[in-house]
């Protein structure tokens, strides 16, 4: 291929992944292959001469989308050169002192106080133009509400969620596919939601990075006192160590070490010169600042042999590909398996038992494939499940293809249903772990959902598990005592039938007037006049009660439990007889879930495609040519942003 066209096809890629990530909250490509084509990119760029005018290397970030008020930045936000190379840090270090710190993978927010108080929050968009987020911006935990300086005062710094909350909040998601895939993404929607108690809900923390614009305050021309005047000020400030060319190294092996306890997210490292005027006279380029540069970890490839894929069944029926290689030794640890995720990624890498591959960690954290260097392709997908051994069928979901069970009464399934089971939103019994649980399993105390309600048998045993006694138990009793009384509607969502959310459950109930038998015999023709219950979700919902195995399930249960009236609210069902479909990425609601339940508790139905019954499609790239917006286009149907759709609701 020739240079040009090679580097138009690399700035379209890149570009693409850039718009993902930055304006969508997802990614289409590792941090490794962006970080590949960039310098590919830039290579070209060098070689020819010539950039051309949509170049990533010449552009920073892009419009912002959502309806947030937009603002224009006082001076331009500028992404940073990087380095995998600690010598090339060294190098661009010289004979001055640094301040070598985390490069945290969140959200950057500029933040400005007036009078001690915070006045105004705004998210870097695109670099000079951002959005304003001070009403979330005053729930992020750990920011000061007054300061003592009076003046105003302009700092930069990184919105992040610890993975420790990340993974309490995606444990919270019962649909596997609505969680997020890291941080960061979750960040990014958080911090720009238009209900800042949302944002309040999740934690978000601060740190200072940089300090834009402060008067009457004499720092000595030194960066780090700038670093101590905010923490004194009581800013969260990023962790840091200053260094010079010599002590560098040790340095950056020191953070590297700290990486796997590490609770914050980060992505590498940053390197600012101390010496303030020093970093002002070396001015910037078009993209970038040269008084700090990036460092990024390079990633340590493994060669290795694979032995075989190994397919791991979940609860929702999804069976993932996991790659088993010969041990290799990544960031000081054994590694021996890397998730393939699903059967689009697994084919496009065309493994074969006994391959030569490379692994890596990302982030030096997370085990992945690099590259397959044999490329043989002769890895068989099951057809059948490899905990039941019932039939597999492949399924394409948003252009990506999966495994998945078909057997609804799969083993591999049993552990999350007991989850599920006693969930908050559920039966709601506190002390049962999935670790517990599993434990019960395993003991034998647990084979059918209404064993919760006949332990007491396995009581001496139970109390002498590791991490229970006389107390534990007794509180685990107490909570199933209490799950005892429940409403229909959260017995019906705990049942796990498939496709019946919370929202869903609720709807039923409150059609069928909380009359269990006559939802037990429910026709597809009855459940689909019910407005948010689509043909699908009737079929699958009559299936389950047509079930022999589901019948006895609920018959013995109903030993167990009673039902009390639930309190309904009628609201106002003002999307009756609306049909919509939801495509995209949303940023003002937690996942589309979210905003299907909504719809269906104001009367609307949410169906999977655009058809002439769709009254509206709700799209936040409104102009885009996707398959929907344009049969959504050939029919007539309105493409609402989710702005507008907000503006419905009143």
């Given at each position: 291929m020739e240079p040009l066209e090679r580097m138009k096809e690399l700035v379209e890629l890149l570009n693409q992944a850039a718009r993902a990530y930055y304006q969508e909250d997802r990614e289409i490509m590792s941090n490794r292959e962006y970080d590949a084509l960039y310098?590919?990119?830039?290579?070209?760029?060098?070689?020819?001469?010539?950039?051309?005018?949509?170049?990533?290397?010449?552009?920073?970030?892009?419009?912002?989308?959502?309806?947030?008020?937009?603002?224009?930045?006082?001076?331009?936000?500028?992404?940073l050169d990087k380095t995998k190379d600690v010598d090339a840090l060294a190098a661009w270090l010289g004979n001055q002192r640094g301040i070598?710190?985390?490069k945290m993978d969140g959200l950057t927010v500029v933040l400005t106080y007036r009078n001690g108080k915070l006045a105004k929050a705004v998210t870097r968009g695109n670099g000079e133009i951002g959005e304003v987020?001070?009403?979330?911006?005053?729930t992020f935990c750990n920011i000061p509400g007054r300061i003592p300086y009076q003046g105003e005062l302009v700092i930069r710094g990184e919105a992040v969620i610890k993975y420790s909350d990340f993974e309490k909040i995606n444990a919270s998601i019962e649909d596997v596919d609505a969680r997020y895939k890291n941080p960061r993404n979750l960040c990014s929607g958080t911090v720009r939601?238009?209900?800042?108690?949302?944002?309040?809900?999740?934690?978000?923390?601060?740190?200072?990075?940089?300090?834009?614009?402060?008067?009457?305050?004499?720092?000595?021309?030194?960066?780090?006192?700038?670093?101590?005047?905010?923490?004194?000020?009581?800013?969260?400030?990023?962790?840091?160590?200053?260094?010079?060319?010599?002590?560098?190294?040790?340095?950056?092996?020191?953070?590297?070490?700290?990486?796997?306890?590490?609770?914050?997210?980060?992505?590498?490292?940053?390197?600012?010169?101390?010496?303030?005027?020093?970093?002002?006279?070396?001015?910037?380029?078009?993209?970038?600042?040269?008084?700090?540069?990036?460092?990024?970890?390079a990633d340590e490839l493994a060669d290795t042999h694979l032995r075989y894929i190994e397919w791991s069944p979940s609860r929702t029926?999804?069976?993932?590909?996991?790659?088993?290689?010969?041990?290799?030794?990544?960031?000081?640890?054994?590694?021996?398996?890397?998730?393939?995720?699903?059967?689009?990624?697994?084919?496009?890498f065309q493994m074969g038992e006994g391959d030569e591959i490379s692994v890596f960690k990302a982030n030096m954290i997370i085990p992945q494939v690099a590259e397959n260097h044999t490329r043989s392709g002769t890895i068989q997908i099951p057809e059948h499940c490899p905990a039941c051994g019932a039939p597999t069928e492949i399924r394409q979901i948003n252009d990506v293809r999966a495994l998945y069970c078909t057997n609804e009464f799969c083993s591999a399934k049993k552990l999350k249903l007991f989850?599920?089971?006693?969930?908050r939103n559920a039966m709601n019994i506190d002390g049962l772990s999935e670790a517990t649980i599993e434990k019960f399993i395993d003991e034998g105390f647990l084979e059918d959902l209404y064993d919760l309600y006949r332990l007491e048998p396995y009581r001496m045993q139970i109390v002498v598990m590791d991490g229970f006694g006389e107390k534990s138990y007794d509180n685990l009793q107490k909570s199933i005592a209490v799950s005892r009384t429940t409403t229909l509607s959260r017995f019906l969502y705990g049942l796990g039938i498939m496709n019946i959310g919370v929202a869903t459950a609720k709807l039923i109930c409150?059609?069928?007037?909380?009359?269990?038998?006559?939802?037990?015999?429910?026709?597809?023709?009855?459940?689909?006049?019910?407005?948010?219950?689509?043909?699908?979700?009737?079929?699958?919902?009559?299936?389950?009660?047509?079930?022999?195995?589901?019948?006895?399930?609920?018959?013995?249960?109903?030993?167990?439990?009673?039902?009390?009236?639930?309190?309904?609210?009628?609201?106002?069902?003002?999307?009756?007889?609306v049909n919509f479909v939801i495509t995209g990425s949303v940023n003002h609601f937690a996942n589309r879930d979210e905003v299907k339940a909504l719809i269906e508790a104001k009367g609307g139905k949410v169906t999977g495609s655009v058809t002439s019954k769709t009254n509206y499609l709700i799209n936040n790239d409104v102009t885009s040519n996707s398959s929907k917006n344009k049969k959504a286009k050939e029919l007539g149907v309105p493409i609402i942003s989710e702005e507008e759709f907000i503006k419905m609701l009143g």
């Amino acid at each position: 291929m020739e240079p040009l066209e090679r580097m138009k096809e690399l700035v379209e890629l890149l570009n693409q992944a850039a718009r993902a990530y930055y304006q969508e909250d997802r990614e289409i490509m590792s941090n490794r292959e962006y970080d590949a084509l960039y310098d590919e990119l830039t290579a070209l760029e060098q070689e020819t001469g010539i950039t051309l005018a949509n170049s990533p290397t010449i552009h920073v970030g892009y419009e912002v989308l959502s309806e947030l008020v937009k603002e224009q930045h006082s001076s331009p936000m500028l992404s940073l050169d990087k380095t995998k190379d600690v010598d090339a840090l060294a190098a661009w270090l010289g004979n001055q002192r640094g301040i070598l710190s985390w490069k945290m993978d969140g959200l950057t927010v500029v933040l400005t106080y007036r009078n001690g108080k915070l006045a105004k929050a705004v998210t870097r968009g695109n670099g000079e133009i951002g959005e304003v987020i001070t009403n979330n911006a005053r729930t992020f935990c750990n920011i000061p509400g007054r300061i003592p300086y009076q003046g105003e005062l302009v700092i930069r710094g990184e919105a992040v969620i610890k993975y420790s909350d990340f993974e309490k909040i995606n444990a919270s998601i019962e649909d596997v596919d609505a969680r997020y895939k890291n941080p960061r993404n979750l960040c990014s929607g958080t911090v720009r939601q238009l209900n800042n108690r949302i944002t309040a809900e999740r934690n978000v923390h601060f740190f200072a990075f940089n300090l834009v614009e402060v008067a009457d305050v004499d720092f000595h021309n030194s960066m780090e006192e700038r670093f101590q005047w905010l923490s004194q000020l009581g800013f969260d400030v990023v962790e840091y160590e200053m260094v010079t060319q010599d002590t560098i190294r040790e340095a950056v092996r020191g953070f590297a070490n700290r990486i796997q306890e590490n609770d914050f997210p980060s992505d590498g490292l940053v390197l600012l010169y101390d010496d303030i005027a020093y970093g002002k006279s070396l001015g910037t380029t078009a993209k970038f600042p040269r008084d700090s540069i990036a460092f990024k970890w390079a990633d340590e490839l493994a060669d290795t042999h694979l032995r075989y894929i190994e397919w791991s069944p979940s609860r929702t029926g999804l069976i993932n590909p996991v790659a088993v290689f010969d041990p290799v030794e990544l960031e000081g640890t054994s590694v021996s398996r890397a998730s393939m995720h699903n059967i689009s990624i697994l084919e496009s890498f065309q493994m074969g038992e006994g391959d030569e591959i490379s692994v890596f960690k990302a982030n030096m954290i997370i085990p992945q494939v690099a590259e397959n260097h044999t490329r043989s392709g002769t890895i068989q997908i099951p057809e059948h499940c490899p905990a039941c051994g019932a039939p597999t069928e492949i399924r394409q979901i948003n252009d990506v293809r999966a495994l998945y069970c078909t057997n609804e009464f799969c083993s591999a399934k049993k552990l999350k249903l007991f989850s599920h089971f006693v969930s908050r939103n559920a039966m709601n019994i506190d002390g049962l772990s999935e670790a517990t649980i599993e434990k019960f399993i395993d003991e034998g105390f647990l084979e059918d959902l209404y064993d919760l309600y006949r332990l007491e048998p396995y009581r001496m045993q139970i109390v002498v598990m590791d991490g229970f006694g006389e107390k534990s138990y007794d509180n685990l009793q107490k909570s199933i005592a209490v799950s005892r009384t429940t409403t229909l509607s959260r017995f019906l969502y705990g049942l796990g039938i498939m496709n019946i959310g919370v929202a869903t459950a609720k709807l039923i109930c409150k059609h069928f007037k909380n009359d269990l038998n006559a939802i037990q015999n429910a026709t597809v023709e009855e459940l689909v006049e019910i407005e948010g219950i689509g043909q699908v979700i009737a079929e699958s919902f009559v299936a389950y009660f047509q079930n022999e195995e589901n019948m006895h399930r609920i018959q013995e249960l109903l030993k167990e439990i009673q039902f009390e009236q639930e309190e309904t609210d009628e609201g106002e069902q003002i999307f009756r007889n609306v049909n919509f479909v939801i495509t995209g990425s949303v940023n003002h609601f937690a996942n589309r879930d979210e905003v299907k339940a909504l719809i269906e508790a104001k009367g609307g139905k949410v169906t999977g495609s655009v058809t002439s019954k769709t009254n509206y499609l709700i799209n936040n790239d409104v102009t885009s040519n996707s398959s929907k917006n344009k049969k959504a286009k050939e029919l007539g149907v309105p493409i609402i942003s989710e702005e507008e759709f907000i503006k419905m609701l009143g």
